[in-house]
């Protein structure tokens, strides 16, 4: 630090390899004369400055983007306190810069943020009113302990602890109770859940042990060495070593396979090099300040980073030539990004809150917020408005969609969602157990969904009417067996797992099954045996990036081989015949920005794609194609040649010849043409699945699902059915009452197609496309069955007699030419789905919008899905921009979709919305806690978060990894799996967080939660503490405070230790 007269700067001073002193200011603090900080100089010059009364107490803080906070105070017995503040715009109205004041209701609130204070009738009592009226009451005590909270609507929480004042037992709002114990070190010895599940710990102090027992009895032994784990023995008696460099940096894992992954670190201690269990390397370089200027990943593909005075990320050079820059403004948010073509996209903040975002192409969004800086609308390009309603307590309570259907929202004491109300009057009552686990869903119209749950709290079966699944799991919660069955139909699938997690084999009970063998390390598979009619079997080649080079029958001739770019697309895929003949070829030229510019087939011509500022395509010539576009303001896609009409909410209503029509729920209710051939009405069920489709000639055709929304059962009425049997989310066989039988093998990822056999035949190879859509099967005899689909879905030329999927995660209804997607139907003559999203305006802002590019995204579940919930918190936004520095090649995500057409979110952070189809890292950042992480107005467990990952289309599996930058990711909850353990566990993924030191007194970290209200455990009061196991993100990788930032395999076991602590 350097004084100069009331100033002092922290400066940074290094020594290069030349031996020259460089330095760099960071920060400067200036001081006046009576010893008050009134100026904060960042090393861009940007200032913020402090205002303070006689009494030295500060009354105002101004902020560089002109929003100021007040503070007043008074005396309370003998003591100035703060009694209220508020968040205000110097020379304007903040609440209306953020538009609170046009989202319909009246606004009372003095600013942004404002709050009151009253303390008493109690020496520890206080009572606060937050900016919507909001009344928060507290009771503390000696400790300065929260003893109870009362929630503005009435709920009472309650908090006890020991003499030493840590946590015992917790009630929350719902009246669930939570106890521990400890030791006289305070060390936690038992924990007892709501719903009576125990958790014990044993220290074995001689050995430096600690063993631990779960609910289900499953032990496990971790070995430290002072404050470093040096072998973890999983439930099954697996050992994984740690090894560490002279300064305590992690070097060595080996793993129980007998892989190793290795790091090594320059003279600062930045990691310069990692090599994987496969033998893939990613390599770093860092400049003298601690910051990645350098990276190569071990796809190959290099990376050069640039930032502007403050450390900020203003530049990304990529492979090709391509690069992205922003602007960054003066609070260190996103103004402006270029991406790699060069297009624009333009934001704007106020109070850190993004109020407007202008795309490439000219469309605007804007939002607005609340008092509390909470989104209350949304007004999209068509200037349609989204608006949501909270309650007292910040759960939403009403919304109401672009397209104007409303839906409403009940919540219980613990602030868990237990009814829904819908647009049409009709109810969804959800029941939960003690552990807030779905138990039933009941609908208004009698029907009941039930679902059961096994003592580690795992789902063992749901039924609903006559649908009824059921699964058996090992020890570590994985699949061994799962039992579908509807009326005279049912179908068995058998698991079998290796050591890691990886799957060896399945076994359908209709007579077939497929085996793997896998690599060690990251489980890629080497070889794949399918045993049917006519057994087929395939061996696969990779690159050392560990991007599939080959594809090759081991039957006999035939092989698809595959070059691809230094992102991992597509260039080259090459069917080979006998003699390594070729019987195929395209060959794919991707635009800059992302999406596919022209595709050419050997034999078939080519295709070209013209493209707009979003990526989306404006024409398509070739291989069966002549279509041309534009888009509703919406992002529709409407074909220039025809009369269409966009109605609200993007919904056609006019295309071409055909009147579309939609109820109120906003589902597709008919298309109605002068041919009845092309005249539909719809029906749905109690969970908007279409359920019936009835053409013009009154022919129609019904169908059946499970509790999961995967469709079971198709029936005609001519009587014709077809049943459908599931692994996991992916259709692997059908069945006709005519005796047609079809089985599907699939890549690990469960969308894109490997191996499909109909009706006893031998089985044909797929090739697909970078999107995983088929476009060739080819046969033993290397007969040839083409297709090739329109811009959105519909078939543009065929030959042969190709399979039923269609874009990822597809299948064709020939009948009703809809396409199924899991949880909806898509309409590809009218480029939507059929019903809205199921997960709303969080994850998309066109609830009925297909991708914008089908040659490069995918949508194979029909959702797309928000992995965290901190949307606007300051602190995540900047832990994002800093994990871009250390993962610019990966896809960072806060409050985003993931794995989906790139969502207006995704933009809206600056962050890079292109996703590769062979993606296999994704980072999640959120506030986290043992145990549970923020998820929009309340908490997510790991397994919930996994969940969505997984419906999103995160592939996951052997090699794939989630980073969880979270606080305490990595550190068991109370009663509960760690974050990451739930996403590994539910993903298949190694997933990797901070970790607390287990030497640690684990109170420390948990009873942070009893000092505040428990949904509120984020909330970090001034000059907060870093306490044990919290981190946050750094230019060099995650600090994390007394414990280590760790990997954890989906079975739980704790693989490595990465950066010092």
């Given amino acids: 630090m350097r004084r100069d007269g009331p100033y002092r700067s922290w400066i940074q001073s290094v020594v290069g390899e030349d031996g020259k002193t460089y330095e760099r200011r960071l920060v400067t603090y200036e001081i006046d004369a009576r010893g008050d900080l009134v100026r904060v100089i960042d090393a861009g010059g940007v200032e913020t400055s402090y205002a303070y009364d006689e009494q030295h107490y500060l009354v105002s803080e101004s902020l560089p983007d002109g929003t100021v906070y007040r503070f007043l105070y008074a005396d309370h017995a003998g003591q100035r306190r703060c009694v209220e503040t508020w968040g205000e715009l110097r020379g304007g109205d903040l609440l209306d810069a953020l538009g609170a004041r046009s989202a319909g209701s009246p606004v009372q609130a003095r600013g942004l943020f404002h709050a009151r204070f009253d303390y008493g009738p109690g020496p520890f009592e206080t009572r606060m009113i937050d900016a919507t009226g909001g009344t928060h009451r507290y009771r503390g005590n000696a400790l300065g302990l929260v003893e109870e909270y009362v929630d503005p609507r009435g709920y009472c929480w309650t908090y006890r602890y020991d003499g030493a004042g840590r946590l015992i037992s917790m009630s929350d709002g719902g009246g669930r109770v939570e106890r521990r114990s400890f030791d006289l070190h305070g060390r936690m010895l038992g924990l007892t859940r709501p719903d009576g599940a125990r958790w014990a710990w044993k220290q074995d102090d001689e ?25 973890h023995q999983d439930a099954r008696g697996r050992i994984t070593r740690f090894a560490y460099d002279a300064h305590g940096l992690l070097r060595d894992i080996a793993y ?3 892989t190793v992954e290795t790091r090594s670190y320059d003279a600062h201690g930045n990691i310069s090099e990692h090599i994987f269990e496969d033998g893939s390397r990613a390599r770093y370089t860092f400049d003298l300040f601690g910051r990645p200027v350098r990276i190569r990943t071990p796809r190959g593909a290099e990376y050069e980073l640039g930032y502007d005075s403050r450390g900020d990320l203003v530049f990304i050079a990529e492979p090709g030539d391509k690069a992205t820059e922003f602007r960054i403004g003066p609070t260190r948010l996103i103004e402006a990004m270029r991406d790699p073509s060069g297009e624009m996209t333009r934001y704007r903040h106020v109070a850190g809150a993004l109020v407007e975002c202008v795309r490439a192409d000219g469309t605007r969004y804007a939002f607005g917020y609340d008092a509390l800086r909470r989104l209350v609308w949304i007004e999209n390009p068509a200037g349609e408005r989204y608006q949501r309603t909270y309650d007292a307590v910040g759960n939403i309570v009403r919304e109401t969609s672009f397209a104007g259907v409303t839906t409403e929202y009940a919540y219980d004491g613990s602030r868990q969602l237990v009814s829904v109300t819908r647009a049409d009057g009709t109810w969804i009552h959800l029941l939960r157990d003690a552990e807030g686990r779905i138990v039933a869903r009941e609908h208004s119209t009698g029907l009941v969904e039930r679902f059961t749950y096994g003592a580690g709290g795992a789902l063992t079966a749901a039924e609903s009417q006559d649908v009824r699944v059921q699964f058996e799991r090992d020890e570590d919660g994985r699949i061994l067996r799962e039992i579908q069955e509807a009326g005279g139909w049912r179908f068995e699938i058998g698991t079998e797992y290796d050591d890691n997690g990886g799957v060896l084999g399945k076994s359908y009970s209709t007579g077939w099954n497929v085996s793997f063998i896998r690599r060690p390390g990251d489980g890629a598979p080497l070889a794949l045996r399918a045993v049917a009619t006519t057994p087929e079997e395939l061996r696969f080649e990779y690159d050392d990036r560990g991007v599939e080079t080959l594809r090759q029958r081991a039957t006999g001739p035939g092989a698809i081989a595959t070059e691809s770019d230094a992102y991992g697309l597509p260039t080259r895929v090459s069917v080979l015949g006998e003699d390594e003949a070729m019987l195929r070829e395209r060959r794919y030229e991707w635009a800059v920005g992302g999406p596919l510019r022209r595709v050419v087939d050997t034999h078939a011509g080519q295709r070209r794609y013209e493209l707009d500022p979003l990526g989306r395509p404006l024409a398509a010539e070739g291989l069966g194609s002549a279509e041309h576009f534009r888009y509703a303001p919406h992002g529709t896609p409407v074909p220039r040649a025809q009369p269409w009409a966009i109605g609200r909410g993007g919904r056609p209503t006019n295309a071409g010849d055909v009147r579309v029509a939609w109820d109120v729920l906003g589902r597709l209710a008919a298309q109605n ?4 051939l092309r005249t539909w009405a719809y029906t749905y069920d109690e969970n908007d699945r279409l359920i019936e489709a009835r053409r013009g000639d009154g022919r129609s055709v019904r169908y059946l699902y499970d509790p999961f929304g995967r469709r079971l059962a198709e029936t005609y009425d001519d009587g014709e059915s077809t049943w459908f049997g599931w692994d996991i989310d992916s259709p692997v066989e059908e069945r006709s009452t005519k005796g047609g039988v079809v089985r599907r093998v699939f890549r690990d990822d469960g969308y894109v197609p490997l191996l499909e056999a109909e009706d006893g035949r031998a089985f044909r190879m797929i090739a697909t496309d970078a999107a995983g859509t088929p476009w060739l099967y080819v046969d033993p005899s290397h007969r040839c069955d083409e297709i090739d689909l329109s811009a959105w879905g519909t078939v543009a030329r065929q030959s042969g007699q190709p399979g039923g999927l269609r874009f990822a995660g597809q299948r064709e209804d020939a009948f009703t030419g809809l396409h ?53 918190d300051p602190t995540i936004k900047s832990h994002a921009k800093l994990l871009r520095k250390q993962y610019p090649g990966a896809k960072v995500i806060s409050s985003d979709q993931l794995g989906k057409p790139p969502s207006l979110w995704q933009k809206l952070r600056g962050k890079n919305n292109k996703i590769d189809p062979n993606e296999n890292h994704v980072v999640v950042t959120t506030h986290g806690a043992p145990g549970s992480a923020q998820w929009g107005n309340g908490s997510a467990s790991g397994e919930q978060i996994g969940d969505m990952l997984k419906n999103a289309g995160f592939q996951g599996g052997p090699g794939a990894v989630v980073d969880v930058s979270a606080c305490n990711a990595a550190t068991p909850g109370a009663g509960q799996k760690s974050i990451a353990h739930g996403i590994a566990s539910s993903t298949g993924a190694n997933a990797n967080g901070a970790m607390r030191d287990p030497s640690v007194d684990p109170n420390q970290v ?7 209200p428990a949904w509120k455990f984020w909330g970090k009061p001034p000059q907060y503490p870093y306490r044990p196991g919290e981190m946050c993100p750094t230019p060099k990788g995650p600090f994390v405070h007394q414990g280590y930032y ?16």
């Fill in 207 to 231: 050995q430096s042990k600690v063993v631990s027992v779960d609910a289900a009895g499953k032990r496990e032994i971790e070995t430290t060495c002072g404050t470093r784990t040096v072998e």
């Fill in 256 to 258: 129980p396979d007998g």
């Fill in 673 to 676: 043409s002068p041919d009845p």
């Fill in 820 to 872: 199924y997607n899991h949880h909806r139907h898509y309409a590809p003559t009218l480029h939507v789905f059929l019903t809205p999203d199921p997960l709303g305006i969080d994850v998309t802002l066109n609830d009925v919008g297909f991708v914008p590019n089908v040659t490069l995204y995918i949508d194979p579940l029909g959702l797309t899905t928000i992995v965290v919930g901190a949307p606007h």
């Fill in 1006 to 1012: 948990h009873n942070y939660q009893g000092k505040k």
């Fill in 1046 to 1061: 760790v990997g954890v395999t989906p079975s739980g076991s704790v693989t490595g230790v990465s950066f010092k602590p």
